[in-house]
């Protein structure tokens, strides 16, 4: 059954600092989507992404953050200067037709 | 603003009995309302979607019921096993992209 990826599953990093977080979406699905779990909250949506732009973003997803997606496949994150408070589980999730999204295992960002 | 409410405690059943838990939701007029399992340190996994024209769909063990009147959604577990062990969360969509906004979630512990 295909399945949302994502690398890494675990990013340590220090304040300050650039990551990419990584995603390969299900391979005909056309919406694709990030979240963010800080523990022991709620899922809350950062970014979609549709038609190679973006559709929509949240209050969270400030100038510090960017999406692309480089070729066919690849989905990515891109937080520029990485603040303690963006330590979290970030989703990656993609969707073809109406509604039903499907979710990666999530990369796990830890900000020192 | 917009609110989605589930239990915030946990929910401890025994093994075979029918598991219930809510969602209520306020502000909202949504076209439909998904549930999703969550086990630790993964991402969300979809179970159900009930449109607003639905009053119940049923997939093998698991009953969800939509009343928009009440804004609310029960969300029901029958013959519950220890795997049905999760957190278990509400999702309802909030833009035409279909972004999703979640609950908070409510834990189910199933005991042998």
């Known amino acids: 059954e295909p399945e949302v990826t994502q690398t890494p599953s675990h990013q340590v990093t220090q304040m300050g600092q650039e990551v990419i977080l990584r995603c390969v979406p299900i391979s005909n699905h056309l919406y694709f989507y990030w979240y963010r779990q800080i523990l022991g909250q709620k899922v809350e949506f950062l970014v979609s992404f549709y038609n190679n732009e973006i559709s929509e973003k949240s209050e969270i997803f400030d100038d510090q953050f960017s999406v692309e997606r480089p070729d066919g496949s690849n989905f990515t994150l891109k937080i520029r200067s990485t603040k303690l408070e963006d330590s979290a589980m970030y989703f990656c999730a993609s969707r073809q037709g109406y509604n039903e999204q499907f979710f990666g295992p999530g990369t796990r960002l830890t900000v020192l | 603003s917009q609110k989605i409410e589930q239990n915030s405690e946990a929910l401890n059943i025994q093994e075979g009995k029918t598991a219930t838990l809510t969602c209520n939701y306020t502000?909202?007029?949504?076209?439909?309302l998904q549930w999703y399992r969550q086990d630790p340190g993964r991402g969300p996994v979809f179970l159900l979607l009930i449109r607003e024209n639905e009053k119940e769909k049923r997939k093998e063990r698991l009953k969800v019921t939509f009343d928009t009147t009440l804004k609310q959604s029960l969300f029901h577990i029958t013959a519950s096993q220890p795997a049905d062990s999760a957190t278990y969360l509400c999702?309802?969509?909030?833009?035409?992209?279909?972004?999703?906004?979640f609950g908070k979630g409510t834990m189910l512990l199933v005991s042998p």
């Open positions: 999702a309802l969509p909030t833009s035409g992209y279909s972004t999703l906004t």
């Open positions: 502000n909202y007029s949504p076209a439909y």
